[in-house]
Structures are given as structure tokens and as C-alpha cells.
């Protein structure tokens, strides 16, 4: 029997944990406070250093910085380039797996200016169709 898309890309079969879902597995690679944030300035610099990190997210603890960024370079998303110099110099950039993520922080950024009260407010029929535009004129 032929599945269609939406049994074959079904986030939570009927009886299954979360955790153990693609959705869970996605989920935990890019929950917690500030990966996401991160993914967003890495994607704006290509590459950034630490520190240039920590003034863009400004409520971040250096300890909390450097273990997200160790868990997202663990987790493939992010690569640590170190260069032999003195003073040490090191440079943060996001793999072509942590590129597969930006879709979602586009959809995030629509959504967000299509929901944010006094934003550029439009009608949610029309949300698929911006976003299909969208998508075309990144790929064209």
C-alpha cells in the first residue's frame, strides 16, 4: 500500500513518546533559551567570534554560552574554528547541517510578522501563499 506524504511525514504516530518522534529529536537539538538565537547570529555573521556572540545576546552568562556551544558543536550544528596564533583566535560558524535549520527560523520570522500585533498584519489564509513566494524568490 502507498503512503501518502502526510503518513510518511507524521510528526507523533498515534502511541509513541515525543522523545522518540522526529519532532521530539528535532525539538531537542534546538531547545534550550538561546540555541536558537545563536543559530540566528550565526547565520546573519557566517562566521562569528565569541565574544562578538556574547554582545548580541547580551543576557547570556559565559558559562552558559560556552556549554551551548559545545553541545550544539557535539550535536553537528555549529563548527569551532581555531587558529594558531597568538592571542588564540577561534571563530564560530554554522555547519550544513545547522544551515538545514534556517527554514525554521524563516517560517518563525513570518509567522512572527504576520502575528506581532502592529506588524505588517496579514490574513492567515494568505500565509501559505507568502511563503511559497518567499521560498521561490531564495531558490530563483
Known amino acids: 500500500m502507498k503512503e501518502t506524504i502526510d503518513e510518511m511525514y507524521k510528526c507523533s504516530p498515534p502511541g509513541t513518546h515525543i522523545e ?3 519532532f521530539g529529536y528535532t525539538l531537542g537539538l534546538i531547545s534550550g533559551k538561546y540555541k ?4 540566528y547570529w550565526m547565520w ?3 562566521e562569528i ?7 548580541c545576546i547580551q543576557t547570556i552568562s559565559d558559562r552558559t554560552l560556552s556549554r551551548t556551544l559545545k553541545e550544539m558543536e557535539a550535536d553537528g550544528l555549529v ?3 581555531e587558529y594558531p596564533q597568538v592571542p588564540p583566535k577561534v571563530e564560530y560558524s554554522l555547519s ?3 544551515k538545514s535549520l534556517i527554514p525554521i527560523l524563516d517560517y518563525m520570522c513570518i509567522w512572527g510578522q504576520m502575528n ?5 498584519e496579514v490574513d492567515m489564509p ?3 501563499q507568502i511563503i511559497t513566494k518567499y521560498y521561490s524568490d531564495q531558490v530563483n
Not at 36 to 39: T, V
Not at 49 to 55: A, D, E, P, S, T
Open 79 to 81: 563548527i569551532r574554528n
Open 20 to 22: 522518540d518522534t522526529t
Open 36 to 39: 536558537m538565537l545563536i543559530l
Open 49 to 55: 567570534r565569541y565574544n562578538q556572540l556574547k554582545r
Open 96 to 98: 550544513e547541517r545547522g
Open 44 to 46: 546573519e555573521y557566517e
Open 126 to 128: 494568505n500565509m501559505q
Open 116 to 120: 506581532k500585533p502592529g506588524e505588517n
